[in-house]
């Protein structure tokens, strides 16, 4: 199965809340570049409803955060990075997005915050 990618340009919101393309609720993957065509946001649909990998990226490339989505909610695991690449946050969600655990990194990789969500 191929997926379809398209730029962020080439979308838009419906009245229904669904990201659109060529008059369709869009499927595939949405890619939002710089001015210098380096990759900002990478974001997956099915159907104009956030669902599949979703990552952005710090100025530069390197990855600030990356996770996945089920039918416009967070699910599973989620990082976040700062930008020089060292872990800022981890968090999980269940199935249904509700939140589960948080830990949080400052700038020197201490770990300021550990908790047990919900």
Known sequence: MTVVRVDGSDTYVDDAQRVCHDGEPFT???????????????????????????EEHHPGGRLRSRGWTHLGVAVGEWY??????T???????????????VKEWDERGELVRDEQLG
């Open 28 to 54: 595939g993957v949405v890619e939002h570049r710089d001015e210098h065509g380096r990759l900002v946001e990478s974001n997956s649909f099915f159907a104009g409803v956030s669902s599949g990998l979703q």
């Open 87 to 101: 872990l800022a946050a981890h968090r999980t969600f269940s199935a249904n997005g509700w939140p589960l655990h």
């Open 80 to 85: 976040e990075w700062h930008p020089d690449g």
